[in-house]
Every structure is written in C-alpha cells, then in structure tokens.
T-cell receptor
Framework: EADIYQTPRYLVIGTGKKITLECSQT?????MYWYQQDPGMELHLIHY???????EKGDLSSESTVSRIRTEHFPLTLESARPSHTSQYLC?????????????FGQGTRLTVV | AQKVTQAQTEISVVEKEDVTLDCVYE???????LFWYKQPPSGELVFLIR??????QNEISGRYSWNFQKSTSSFNFTITASQVVDSAVYFC????????????FGQGTELSVKP
C-alpha cells in the first residue's frame, strides 16, 4: 500500500488565480515526481526531485514551479492559472536504494480552470 | 530517443475472455526497466510489474501474465478470464538505468470488460 497523498482531489478555479497542489509521502523516498495527464490519457513528466533543495524540469514544458524543502513534501504551484492548465496532475515517489525501482503514485489532483 | 507505443487505444471484451495488451518500446540503452501500471476510474496509478532488461523470463501472477521479448522490443500483458473489475486504463512504461527513475509512458489502453 503506497503512502503518498495529494490534495485537493478536485479543484475548480478561475483564471488568474494562484494555486498550490500538495503532495506528501511518508515512505522517506528521496525521489519525487510530478506527471501531467491530459484528457487523452498520456502522462508526461513535468518536474522531478532527487532530494531536498533539488528540483529539475521534466520532458514536458510546464509553467508550474515546484519546491522541495522537506523530504516528504513536494508541492506544485501555478502563479496564474489558465484554462490550458486544465489537466490531471499526478505525484509519485520512488526509493533511491534500488536501481529504477517502481514509483508509487498518489490519487491525483484533477484541476479545472474556468 | 526513448519511446513506448501502445497501439491499442481501447479494447472491449466480455467477461471471462482472455485479453492481451500490447506494448512496444524503443531505447538505445542496454540496461533499462519496463513497467505496467493500472489506472482505475478513481485515478491513481497502481503498480503491477517491473522487469529489467536482463530478465526475459515470463511472469505469471494469478490471472495476469507478462511476455517480455527483447528480440521484438515488446512487453505484452495478458489477462486471463477477464473480470469486470479489470476495467481500467493500463499503461506500459520504460525507464533507463541512468534516468533516475523517470518514466516514459505509453499512450495507455482503455480496457472495458462487460458482464
């Protein structure tokens, strides 16, 4: 059973608002990731972190930003939400102790910007 | 470049039928890992299996089985005697050894099992 949590599960917000999507894990994993999943189902990596104070952009360009001040917490922020940001955002973490071990995913945040 | 292709966008079967989900991958790396995840309607991705590139043994877990063939760069997933609870979107994913756990996903296959 994975111990990774995302809040909120669903969010409907107006254009121009600042939002933060929360992601927390209790497994002590150093590696954490954010994936964006469009309505067409495909997932793309937008941010990742290999530990505290380490963040990198993923393969898909995103206007969001992330921070990693604590091992267990990896929030994603949009300074000014737009309708094009409407998507599902999935957070994941993995154990660095083994090579390319499986990632555990949260339940996702479904964001709608109106 | 790395790529994962799941050519079947949607599959619909009747309960108790066997169904195979195809996955073809591309990578130039010699050490890599392949995964299957299930995404039920609730939205989270549930890990099903991980395979490294040096282990071509097929695996069976209950009604699930996986066929890994490096010669054809394929990692197919078969559900035997499908059930309604198997209805979900299934993703195949690839990660290279030097990519630090980052996953390249296929487009996903939506499986619908009808009673």
């Amino acid at each position: 059973e994975a111990d990774i949590y995302q809040t909120p599960r669903y969010l409907v917000i107006g254009t121009g608002k600042k939002i933060t999507l929360e992601c927390s894990q209790t497994m002590g994993h150093d590696k954490m990731y954010w994936y964006q999943q469009d309505p067409g189902m495909e997932l793309h990596l937008i941010h990742y972190s290999y530990g505290v104070n380490s963040t990198e952009k993923g393969d898909l360009s995103s206007e969001s930003t992330v921070s990693r001040i604590r091992t267990e917490h990896f929030p994603l922020t949009l300074e000014s939400a737009r309708p094009s940001h409407t998507s599902q955002y999935l957070c994941a973490s993995s154990d660095p102790g083994q090579a390319n071990t499986e990632a555990f995913f949260g339940q996702g945040t479904r964001l709608t910007v109106v | 470049a790395q790529k994962v292709t799941q050519a079947q966008t949607e599959i619909s079967v009747v309960e108790k039928e066997d169904v195979t989900l195809d996955c073809v991958y591309e990578t130039r790396d010699t050490t890599y890992y392949l995964f299957w995840y299930k995404q039920p309607p609730s939205g989270e991705l549930v890990f099903l299996i991980r395979r490294n590139s040096f282990d071509e043994q097929n695996e069976i877990s209950g009604r699930y089985s996986w066929n890994f063939q490096k010669s054809t760069s394929s990692f197919n997933f078969t559900i035997t005697a499908s059930q309604v609870v198997d209805s979900a979107v299934y993703f195949c994913a690839l990660s290279s050894y030097n990519q630090g756990g980052k996953l390249i996903f296929g487009q996903g296959t939506e499986l619908s099992v009808k009673p």
